[in-house]
């Protein structure tokens, strides 16, 4: 096992107040979620899901077997993915509001919060106490701290990209008009069975900041304004998490990173594309993470 007693830990000033810094206990549950909050992220659904919903109005009495017949592109676990593999559904070109291209990079995005939360969650397992792949695979757990600071932000996030996942979920359900239009979740290889703690670390910028990079690069195929501000929200929290884990690498591994040069930077800076993210076209991101995907 790779001997991690080099790295620090330490209690950033952003953990929350109710985590004891010295204890690594927690005091009391961390406080709920203002009820105005709740309410806000609620309709924010509800007004989305209607709108995705009115658009398939005119086409309820279509049989399944049609639907399933029309749907275009198939994702698949044997090749390298391109864009044109994504299923969409021919039926949405609609005169007036062509939701084709839309409910295709809806379901581009789905299919990356699918491996992105099915990482998290292994990585999670080989950080902490341990457990298992989608194949049976065992992960040994590293056994550490909830709340060392890579560990704490790497179960937080693992949750936001589970949610990220299910929203798009339901969305792509169409208020249940169009059952199936949505991909269906794939199963993943990604070794973290054999990974020290900072290989999971790394990997995880890398895997956030192509999320951000492919959230970017699909921003022109849609056709529609309707999901494009929801698209645009995923997009900043995945550039956030870059930000956070990439901060939280510098500090861990801050003296080998000095030996070895500058730490990188959280985010583009101006002597980079003048501090702007760069776009990755859902081809380039798909032949990235296609060999990830076994089942």
Known sequence: MHNTDHLPSYTPSYIPTWVNAEEQTPQS????????????????????????????????????ATLAASHEGVLGASKTLTFGDIPTLGLLALPGLNLKADVKVLNYALALEDLE????????????????TQQ?????GLNLSHYLPDVYHIMQFAGVEAAHREFLRGALKLDGLIPGLG??????????E????????AMLIDVEATGTMAYLGAIPFFRTKIFLTTAAGILGTEARHTAALQAIQNRLLMDK?????????PAPLATTNNGIDTPMDPDAVLAKVSPFIVG
Not at 57 to 62: C, D, L, N, P
Not at 257 to 265: K, M, N, R, S
């Open 136 to 140: 049976g695979v065992s992960i040994p």
């Open 257 to 265: 990173l000095i030996a070895d040069g500058t730490p990188a930077p």
């Open 29 to 64: 549950m961390p406080p709920a979620m203002p009820e105005d909050a709740g309410k806000e992220q609620a309709a924010a659904r509800r007004k989305f899901l209607r709108a995705a919903g009115r658009a398939a109005v005119g086409i309820t009495g279509i049989g399944a």
């Open 194 to 201: 054999n990974m020290s703690r900072e290989q999971i670390l």
């Open 117 to 132: 939360s099915e990482l998290y969650r292994q990585c999670v397992a080989r950080l902490t106490g341990g457990g298992y």
């Open 183 to 192: 991909i269906h979740p794939k199963k993943y290889q990604f070794g973290v």
